[in-house]
């Protein structure tokens, strides 16, 4: 797990997000909320969401690929994607 990987996990973890479980999963950071959550609501925020937590990382960047699961449906989002990721749309 790399460090940026680690901190985000650790800056989600202390958000105080009641009922959600954030853990790594390889390369990525997988989001376990509660079945009750809307994730139309979590999908449009989330650029904004993580723009204002992320004031507190400071160390380089790097891609990083958040999967969020409410029991239901299943979402991911990229966070610094590559070349890659914008030409292919992973």
């Keep these: 797990m790399s460090a940026y990987q680690?901190?985000?996990?650790?800056?989600?973890?202390g958000a105080g997000l009641n009922g959600w479980k954030i853990e790594p999963q390889g390369k990525d950071i997988y989001v376990e909320m509660p079945n009750v959550t809307d994730l139309k609501v979590i999908r449009d925020n989330l650029p904004q969401t993580l723009a204002a937590v992320s004031l507190d990382i400071t160390l380089p960047k790097e891609r990083l690929k958040f999967i969020f699961h409410n029991g239901h449906e299943t979402f991911e989002y990229i966070l610094n994607p590559t070349e890659y990721d914008l030409e292919k749309g992973d």
Excluded: C, E
């Design 6 to 13: 680690q901190k985000w996990i650790d800056v989600l973890s």
